[in-house]
């Protein structure tokens, strides 16, 4: 049972251009979201999370946004540049939980 | 600051083999710690956690073992590999309320 989903394996824009990137979920106990970013032989790297108390998280050219009703979370990239050409997880803990659920990852290709 | 040591970066190992592969934290006290795999074309899953010394929770079912024998040091080893082990392993620690943060990785090929 996936309880966290990427349904989109890869995604590619243009450099300048804005990235959306998606994530179900499915357990409505999770109320802790992360984005992690992940270069090809290298550990993810935290890029930005939310808490579900809120609906949008910016940071830079990120932003994380939350629809608790639908489940579903989002990390946009403004402007996109080509070093943002990674895999990208989503990831969600559920309260005085340690673990976190990560999805498949989304493959992000920033064309110059 | 906080950083986290894994290594070997690469092995490769016959069946059959053992394995012992190391993490250790360094600029924090009494992390938890975690070790994740990622397989080819699938997510990361997470294998074993520790909330402390000596205590190991299991994930999944499978031939792998995990040990914490010091606060910031946090083994995953197997007495036998079988093909199915291969894969890129992650250790990671985090704070109580923090997000995890990775090493770089041990890409594991059993042949």
């Known amino acids: 049972d996936q309880q966290v989903k990427q349904n989109s394996p890869s995604l590619s824009v243009q450099e300048g251009r804005i990235s959306i990137l998606n994530c179900d979920y499915t357990?409505?106990?999770?109320?802790?979201f992360l984005w992690y970013k992940k270069y090809p032989a290298e550990g993810p790297t935290f890029l930005i999370s939310?808490?579900?108390?809120?609906d949008k998280n910016e940071d830079g050219r990120f932003t994380v946004f939350l629809n608790k009703s639908a489940k579903h979370l989002s990390l946009h990239i403004v402007p996109s540049q080509p070093g943002d050409s990674a895999v990208y997880f989503c990831?969600?803990?559920?309260?005085?939980?340690?673990?976190?659920?990560f999805g498949k990852g989304t493959l992000l290709t920033v064309n110059p | 600051s906080q950083t986290i040591h894994q290594w070997p970066a690469t092995l490769v190992q016959p069946v059959g083999s053992p394995l012992s592969l190391e993490c250790t934290v360094e600029?924090?006290?009494?992390?938890?710690l975690y070790w994740y795999r990622q397989a080819a074309g699938r997510g990361l899953q997470l294998l074993f956690y520790?909330?402390?010394?000596?205590?190991i929770s299991s994930e999944v079912p499978q031939n792998l073992s995990a040990s914490r024998p010091q606060d910031r040091q946090f083994i995953l080893s197997s007495k036998k590999l079988l093909l199915s082990d291969s894969g890129f392993y992650l250790c990671?620690?985090?704070?109580?309320?923090?997000?995890?943060?990775f090493g770089n990785g041990t890409r594991l090929t059993v042949t």
């Open positions: 990671a620690w985090s704070v109580s309320g923090g997000p995890l943060h």
């Open positions: 357990n409505s106990m999770f109320d802790y």
């Open positions: 939310i808490s579900s108390i809120k």
């Open positions: 990831a969600a803990s559920s309260p005085g939980n340690y673990k976190l659920t």
């Open positions: 600029g924090t006290s009494n992390p938890n």
């Open positions: 520790s909330v402390g010394i000596g205590q």
